[in-house]
């Protein structure tokens, strides 16, 4: 049920962004991180079923999914993880917590159409959403 609530949150923000009844939203960009633990497919099922008969339905979910970064304190650099098992520096293997990057859960942009001039050309802009979909545990 998780992915549910966050594609709740998700709706919630596209559709603040729609200023004319003869607007959809065509797609929704999303930053995910690699610690949020979000299910893909039961995130595309969820958005699905609560956009049925909505300005949402059909809005394609497109998902950047980021790597995890943490600050290695004895390299004092950035390091990308190679994975969520071990918290360990991959350039001098010293172990740190100081995440930096991998939970996130954001909205980046969301395009929205509007049908209200012609059906065949359609005009569409982009909207950045600087709103949260969820903030961190
Ligand atoms: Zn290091």
């Given at each position: 049920m998780h992915e549910l609530s966050i594609a709740h949150s998700i709706v919630e923000i596209a559709k603040?962004?729609?200023?004319?009844?003869?607007e959809r939203v065509r797609s929704i960009r999303l930053r995910i991180g690699?610690?949020?633990?979000?299910?893909r497919d039961s995130l595309y099922f969820s958005f699905d079923l609560i956009t049925?008969?909505?300005?949402?339905?059909g809005a394609k979910l497109l998902i950047d999914e980021l790597p995890i970064v943490v600050f290695c304190p004895n390299c004092e650099a950035l390091r990308e993880l190679p994975g969520i098992q071990s918290f360990t520096?991959?350039?001098?293997?010293t172990r740190t917590a100081?995440?930096?990057?991998?939970r996130e859960l954001d909205v980046e942009s969301i395009e929205v159409v509007d049908e209200g001039h012609s059906v065949n050309t359609p005009t569409s802009h982009m909207v950045t959403a600087e709103a949260r979909a969820r903030t961190s545990p």
């Amino acid at each position: 049920m998780h992915e549910l609530s966050i594609a709740h949150s998700i709706v919630e923000i596209a559709k603040q962004q729609l200023t004319s009844p003869t607007e959809r939203v065509r797609s929704i960009r999303l930053r995910i991180g690699a610690l949020s633990c979000v299910h893909r497919d039961s995130l595309y099922f969820s958005f699905d079923l609560i956009t049925a008969d909505t300005p949402l339905a059909g809005a394609k979910l497109l998902i950047d999914e980021l790597p995890i970064v943490v600050f290695c304190p004895n390299c004092e650099a950035l390091r990308e993880l190679p994975g969520i098992q071990s918290f360990t520096c991959p350039a001098c293997g010293t172990r740190t917590a100081d995440l930096r990057q991998g939970r996130e859960l954001d909205v980046e942009s969301i395009e929205v159409v509007d049908e209200g001039h012609s059906v065949n050309t359609p005009t569409s802009h982009m909207v950045t959403a600087e709103a949260r979909a969820r903030t961190s545990p």
